[in-house]
């Protein structure tokens, strides 16, 4: 208990004579024209030198100064700096107007004077009155950390009001003690860093850790037992990070395969052109995109709820003129639709390419679908595919409540399970046929608006899902929407749980072996046909 109360009055003592120090300074300019012209001329080493006892005490004539240094306005005429900018000079320290000599020497800066400046202006931020402002510094000051900003990071700290930026600025200072050539002081900066949930502070500590940097005993024992604590807390983000991946990757499948459930499952096609269909609602959804950015610029955020009915559209009208024309006289024969799809596909492909170009178009997400929300330090979940997987929960509702309680949906059924009967019944078996083969198409088109917030648009868009589309279906139960759920969601946790054992090419095969051998073993997939509809 003592030495916890001795080590914790060890660091915070620093940081309370850093504010006593600053509320003695009373300097109106802390950068002397001295100091500037150390910082602006001479060997690196000392122009570093310079800048950081500047930094111990910094005003708005050293920020000035940095600012010039880094845009290349920066001159030195004997023993002044000057600031000169379309012809005029300014003064470096007092920032007065003042008579550009005939003679004035560049200053050059080379890369690793360039850092120190960039570092030093970040610091600088750490002032601010801007809490974005003061965040981002202390951000980009993890990767420049170096004892020498000790007396600035004390400052900021005895400034700070702000809890969540204290306890940053407290890390940040931990970090930069860490290397320090006192062991006690490596020894307190690891016991702070060790309460941190931070991916970088597991960095951190294992670089030390592993490079050789560290040859106490003591030290690296502590360190030892600092990286494990660290990774303890930070397990479980990623875990988490794995299972929202899955289920994100999941939703995207059984979206994808849920029109085919429909044309493969209930109608008995074999649509090999079901990816091209969700790739003319990709276009569909770029176009509206296109559109709202020439004539409604300032409705540009809600493109994509306008896209969402015209991608449906646009892929059932195309889905009714291929059942039309060439599907409606293939029923009966899978291998001949499949191949005639398959003819199709290649059709559409091209059709693409040659009005939009074989690259990939740009669909931007709106600013309400970007970012994301951080649930763990290490664990951000993107605004776009939690969308995406409500959206997928949202059109499997609408597709059941369609199937199961409308009238529509009854002559479907009736169509698919007797098609001689529901004729018999007076209904028009060929126009439900079209109208369940463009229900199906609409609901890729879907699914294509929903992928373009995630992934490329191109002509070859579809061609990565139609075999795990497939399989979704046939693993779910052919004709059972739920397992069409099941199985995309299954697949897409366990595809991901695999990949990062195996990586993503043995992921696939391993996913694809197990396909085959659970069909072997159930080949009715996970929810079998009842009743007259598994005799049919």
């Not at 939690?386 to 959206?391: D, K, S, Y």
């Not at 699914?447 to 990565?464: E, K, M, R, T």
């Amino acid at each position: 208990m003592e030495n916890t109360l001795l080590r914790h009055l060890f660091l915070r003592l620093p940081i309370a004579l850093a504010f006593v120090a600053s509320l003695l300074t009373t300097s109106a300019f802390a950068l002397t024209p001295q100091s500037a012209k150390n910082i602006a001329a001479g060997e690196n080493d000392d122009r570093i030198k310079a800048l950081s006892d500047a930094l111990a005490n910094p005003d708005e004539a050293l920020a000035r100064l940095i600012d010039a240094l880094l845009d290349d306005s920066a001159k030195v005429a004997g023993d002044t700096v000057l600031i000169v900018t379309d012809g005029k000079a300014i003064d470096a320290n007092t920032g007065a107007a003042t008579a550009l000599p005939s003679a004035v020497e560049d200053v050059v800066n080379n890369n690793r004077m360039r850092n120190e400046l960039e570092g030093a202006k970040a610091a600088l931020g750490l002032f601010s009155d801007s809490l974005t402002t003061r965040n981002n510094a202390i951000t980009q000051l993890k990767d420049s950390a170096d004892e020498a900003k000790l007396p600035l990071i004390d400052r900021a700290l005895a400034k700070e009001t702000d809890a969540d930026l204290k306890a940053k600025l407290e890390q940040l200072r931990a970090a930069m003690l860490i290397a320090s050539s006192d062991k006690q002081k490596r020894l307190d900066a690891v016991s702070a860093l060790a309460t941190s949930s931070q991916p970088s502070v597991r960095s951190l500590l294992q670089e030390r850790l592993n490079a050789g940097g560290e040859t106490d005993p003591d030290v690296r024992a502590a360190l030892t037992a600092a990286v494990k604590g660290v990774e303890g807390r930070l397990v479980w983000g990623e875990r988490l990070g794995v299972v929202f991946s899955g289920l994100s990757l999941g939703s995207i499948l059984f979206l994808v395969a849920l029109g085919l459930a429909i044309t493969y499952g209930l109608m008995g096609v074999i649509n090999m052109a079901h990816g091209e269909l969700m790739m003319i609602g990709a276009y569909a959804t770029y176009l509206v995109q296109n559109a709202f950015r020439q004539y409604m610029p300032s409705a540009f955020d809600y493109y994509i709820i306008a896209a969402i009915p015209v991608s449906f559209f646009a892929a059932a009208a195309v889905g009714a003129v291929l059942e039309r024309t060439v599907i409606r006289w293939l029923y009966g024969r899978p291998l001949e639709t499949l191949l005639a799809t398959w003819g199709i596909s290649l059709v559409l492909i091209q059709t693409m390419r040659t009005f939009f170009g074989a690259q990939n178009v740009p669909v931007e997400n709106p600013s309400w679908l970007s970012g994301g929300v951080q649930v763990m330090s290490n664990l951000i979940l993107p605004y776009n595919r939690i969308a995406i997987l409500f959206f997928s929960f949202f059109v499997l509702a609408t597709v059941w409540l369609l199937i199961s309680k409308t009238r529509l949906g009854l002559f479907v059924r009736g169509v698919t399970q007797n098609r001689s009967m529901a004729a018999c019944m007076g209904v028009n078996t060929a126009k439900i046929d079209t109208y369940a083969f463009a229900l199906g198409a609409g609901i890729a088109g879907l699914a294509g608006c929903a992928l373009s917030q995630v992934g490329n648009v191109g002509p070859d868009l579809g061609q990565g899902y139609i075999v795990d589309s497939f399989m979704v279906v046939v693993l779910g139960g052919v004709g059972q929407l739920a397992g069409t759920v099941y199985a995309g969601l299954g697949l897409g946790v366990l595809n991901k749980l695999l990949e990062g054992w195996t990586g993503a090419v043995l992921a696939k095969i391993i996913v694809l072996a197990f396909i085959v051998i659970f069909i072997q073993r159930r080949p009715q997939g996970i929810f079998a046909l009842k009743g007259r509809s598994a005799e049919a």
